[in-house]
């Protein structure tokens, strides 16, 4: 056809894609949020880095007190995944390593192993316990909002990927809710049964005052 | 572990924190509105006031022509529901008090009796009725966008707390709808088969013109 | 118009309700449940005592470890409730009564106190601290997934009604999840950093073994 | 390649497509819902036919009271709309046609003239009105759960097609809602003012007793 | 009532409305987008013609090469569809018109025969192929996501009327996404094991390079 | 507390619980399927192997037409994933080895290569272009319903695994929709304006007829 009919065509094509809720809403990363995320980057900006992290590829430090990190590649530094419902991270594990008892407020978890083996579980509502050794290449998953953990179950480093359901699902690690801030002690131990020493103990331990 | 070693397992969670969608999105009332609520103020601005309402510990002011009044906690007066899907309302009925036939369009209504007796009823797109006189401590449900009325059914006064499946699930009275506007009285009797001197009467006690 | 022609307008509706995913779907509580709630009850079969529950009205049972009970108007008591993302639960507390640190998982709530004063408060993923108490009246949004507690302030018994925004939000009480089961006492020390001691008088307290 | 490796790659792509929720869940009328739809057919009994319906090619009868039909394309007449959030109705108003002021609890309605002339409009929570004369071709939305209504503007017969953002939105027509049922003359005047002559007219009109 | 007990219920109701994620969220176009769709325009600037639009009343200009056009009203056209899950299409088939093998991205899609008669089908995951002949009247689903095309098999024109479960379904035609842009001639081939001829052949057609 | 008590205490949480949509629902892969996923095996039946899945440790077998396998944890291996709206897949490349240009209806799809490099892109309903090559470590997204591809970059075999917004997220290869079935020729070449000895021959190659 010729150039002009083939215009016309792509005017139809692009006045709708223009007009569009986008096929991506790439992050503004520098404006607002809005309970759906955040605002997204005029399509003339967006390129195909937007799509891209290379952060997943180097390991993370874990000489730390859990000997663990957790490496994230959430909307914040994927800026392509807002608004699309996943995310993806890395766990580094080392000897002894672990990732304490945890929530993600903002949706489920699937992890696979792909070096070493880790130890995963999760505890239901009705309190049951629902936890097992995994081996390279196994997969696993945590229903959303779910108590759970992992620990290296290897004499090495253990490394997973775990993928979410949200882009920003969030951490949330119950000790440093707990012992991590300013949260006053009897208060704490009201709410946990702890002994007032064991509170003490572990707010020294993770920088918590009060 | 090190404060350095505190930090950097901080930086992490922060890093994760920040960049997602928030735990929460606090309603920044002053800005715009999208499809899913309100933007969200900075994490940084947020206090534990965003999260909390004290308007419904106020009866409200019945002497009115329904003897009723509706007192709403939705995300205006409480922005910390933005976003999250449940807003609150506090009914006080003196006697005789109506909440006339109405629907909320944005969600669902749970509502429980604090005190007195209420007649409270829906109807279904089959036309079946369904109400019942509800005491106190009873609860009912008035599933979505579904016509439900509330009629003080105690010689004092009656209270409830209604609660909503949205942060703003709008509230269409059928009577204001329908006579407290410049709807024109030929075409309200043309949709509601009411004559003319009924409109005309409704129209006068309801503040409607046309 | 006749009694025929009404009949005619009537079937249109009727076939148009009965065709649809019904304006509700109360639970069918013998049946098996999907993963966006149980099956519906046959409409026919729906009574306005499937949309009501009486259950709220009754004070629960605070003779206890926490001095507080929690008393549901989830979907398994209130079945109109079903796919329709709320529901209610009346707490109460005797001096003294406590809801430990707990997490509901599917969903959001709100809280208003009908008695007494509550401390309420709840930790965000980037351990900032949100709690206040609340008087008679006041009302508190606890974002969906995130720790946290209500601790009774009054000297006397406290009441608060809560809402969700799903019909069956669960509950999720972290001393419960690492001390009420069989999780080994090493694993609940490897992901807490609690004390073996501390592990062990909390499993005999809470009923937990290994 | 050879049929044997076509085989293997199939079954690949078939056991994940059995796997899945399929592309498409056809509902099964016959058995029952869940709050997301009817369960579905099993894809190996799925037919072509299953997603076409010709029902909206014939006009509706409106030789009744409001002088005009409302034709569903719903879950119930078209199965393969089953969890999909779209539907069609055609309208068919006859000169003096109107369909009464209504509401569609589930969802949302775009409408599109294909004869005649057509008043539409709707209110808003803010008892704002919104209404205005359609001609042949004009589009027009009506938010989710507002009350609205359609009135022949032409001299002859005009034709809509109407679509929906659920497979199955109801619609509730206030006047049969309020006086095509058993719902008692005297609850029915506490709840909308309207005085006991017009109410026990009306429902005498739509088949009302009460 | 008096005027000011008027008020003080209308009060009420704005203050819940203005309060309110609005009944409706009219696109501001010239603003940003959200992953929900685009901000609100302020609600006391919206009029009853943000709601309404003419355009499918005009036949698209069906010369070019698919002899076909797709006029759409998508938010982009009628800005009152923001949010509300559901938009509007118009289909023209010249004689010998296509509509090429096609997805929309973002939602389902239901289509009405208006005139003439079109071949009309989609494609599963499963390679199962439904497909049939529709006449004037006829209504047919295809559901989200999934390879789907029309063809005019009437000797005149044919037009269809088709409505989305997204107020932006998007619209991607395959032979322009692998012809009509810069994508390099052996990256197609090798992704779709079309000839080299055939490729150079339809970027000639499309507009294609490279 | 006593064991009297814990149990009063446990039964009330297990009374929500067990009334619950529960925090997970287990795929019955026997039984029928709803549009939101499979209805769930009941809790008593659920065990942690429920959520394991060990198949993606294996190497898809790449002997094939696109020296390419595609590995799946859908919801159908993995009946855990059942509504949670997340599911992974393993994708092998040996040299050569493409997964052609496809969608996945039902969600988006972020990636990590694992070994070797991939280049990998995706385009958009404007037909923009994006695509790039990838090395071990980097991550990609590819987002809801657009078309996409991943070719190998190296020399050897080269790994991915890939996660999806969607626990069967379903896969449409566009060349097994239009040359893998009994789609007819004359049709294909309509709506893909393809040369008929390029169909004919497609068809040869992916087992279609007609």
Do not use: W
């Amino acid at each position: 056809m010729s150039i002009l009919q083939t215009l016309i065509l792509f005017s139809l094509l692009l006045s709708a894609s223009h007009a569009a809720v986008q096929d991506f809403c790439v992050a503004d990363l520098m404006g607002p949020q809005s309970p759906s995320g955040y605002l997204c980057k005029k399509e003339s900006a967006v390129t195909v880095n937007d799509f891209i992290f290379s952060g997943l590829g180097v390991p993370g430090n874990t000489t730390n007190l859990i000997k663990a990190a957790v490496t994230t590649a959430f909307v914040g530094q994927l800026p392509g995944l807002n608004g699309l419902g996943i995310s993806l991270a890395r766990l580094d594990l080392a000897p002894g390593g672990v990732i304490p008892i945890h929530t993600h407020p903002g949706g489920s978890e699937v992890l696979i192993v792909l070096q070493g083996s880790i130890c995963a579980g999760f505890i239901s509502s009705a309190n049951n316990v629902y936890f097992k050794n995994l081996n390279k290449g196994d997969s696993m998953v945590f229903p959303q909002g779910l108590l759970h953990f992992q620990v290296n179950a290897a004499k090495g480093p253990s490394i997973a990927i775990v993928s979410f359901s949200s882009p920003s699902p969030g951490l949330q690690i119950v000790d440093f809710a707990l012992f991590g801030n300013n949260l006053p002690s009897a208060l704490v131990e009201a709410i946990t049964f702890l002994d007032d020493a064991q509170v003490k103990k572990l707010k020294a331990l993770l920088g918590g005052t009060g």
